[in-house]
Structures are given as structure tokens and as C-alpha cells.
């Protein structure tokens, strides 16, 4: 059984594309986060990033670079955020890659992305285990 995105992408259930080409499509989220939130997505299904093979990838990311900057002209935003949530513990509700575009207007948009501070973290250990 094939997922929602899978189904979109066969054109199965509607959605409104903004962008298509052979291994991408770009179509309005359902939600409107806010005006012009957008779903940049491969046609490959893959569950997330992790997955993803690295020409479909770096053609995906330079899709979303391309459409951030239409929807931010067509739509006078003034900032964009571009998410990615990977696995359901990020967020992630439908197991098909896809970017977030997310145009912003001002501080008092729908969608709101703090960072806070959490407990203090040992930097020399953390960065010998990442290195
Ligand atoms: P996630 O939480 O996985 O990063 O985001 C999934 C997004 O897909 C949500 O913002 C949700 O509104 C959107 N979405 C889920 N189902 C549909 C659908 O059938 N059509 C469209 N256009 N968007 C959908
Ligand atoms: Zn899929």
C-alpha cells in the first residue's frame, strides 16, 4: 500500500503543485502553516533524509532553494524557514521525505521556532564523540 505522498505524487488524490519535474514535485501542505507553506518532495519514495540517495537529494534541495525564493517574491514574505523532521521523535507524521517551506511574515506567524537551552553538555566529550 502505497503512502499519502506516493498517492499524491501518482496524481490518486489532488493536491495543488506548484513545481514538477522528472524525480520532484512541490505542492501546497494542506495545513497552511502560513500563506504559500509548501511540500518539496521526491517522486522516489524514501522515509526520510537518512535514506535518501545524494544526486536525488542535492537536486531536492536545490528545488526547495529555487521555489523559497518564488514564494518568497510572489508572496512578499519576509523571512522563509525550510524544515526538514525526521522520525516520528522530530516531528516527522508522514514516512516520506519532504521539506517544509515555510514563508514568514513576522514574529506572530502560526509557527514559532525557539531555541532553549537544556541541561549543560560536556563540549570537549561531545565533540571527541562527533569528530
Ligand atoms: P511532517 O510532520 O511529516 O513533517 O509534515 C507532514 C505535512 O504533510 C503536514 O504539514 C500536513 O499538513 C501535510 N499533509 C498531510 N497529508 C496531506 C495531504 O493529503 N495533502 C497535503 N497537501 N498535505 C498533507
Ligand atoms: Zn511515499
Not at 522516489?44 to 540517495?53: P, R, S
Request: net charge negative.
Amino acid at each position: 500500500m502505497s503512502c499519502i505522498f506516493c498517492k499524491i505524487i501518482d496524481h490518486e488524490i489532488p493536491s495543488s503543485v506548484i513545481y514538477e519535474d522528472e524525480s520532484v514535485i512541490a505542492f501546497l501542505d494542506l495545513s497552511q502553516v502560513t500563506k504559500g507553506h509548501t511540500l518539496v518532495v521526491p517522486k522516489k519514495h524514501f522515509a526520510n533524509i537518512l535514506e535518501c540517495d545524494p544526486d536525488t537529494l542535492a537536486h531536492l534541495i536545490q528545488v526547495t532553494q529555487m521555489l523559497a525564493k518564488r514564494i518568497m517574491e510572489r508572496t512578499h514574505a519576509n523571512g522563509v524557514n525550510i524544515l526538514n523532521n525526521t522520525h516520528e521523535a522530530a516531528g516527522q507524521t508522514v514516512m516520506h521525505l519532504h521539506f517544509h517551506i515555510i514563508p514568514r511574515y513576522d514574529e506572530k506567524d502560526a509557527i514559532q521556532i525557539e531555541f532553549h537551552e537544556s541541561e549543560k553538555q560536556n563540549l570537549e566529550e561531545l565533540c571527541a564523540l562527533l569528530k
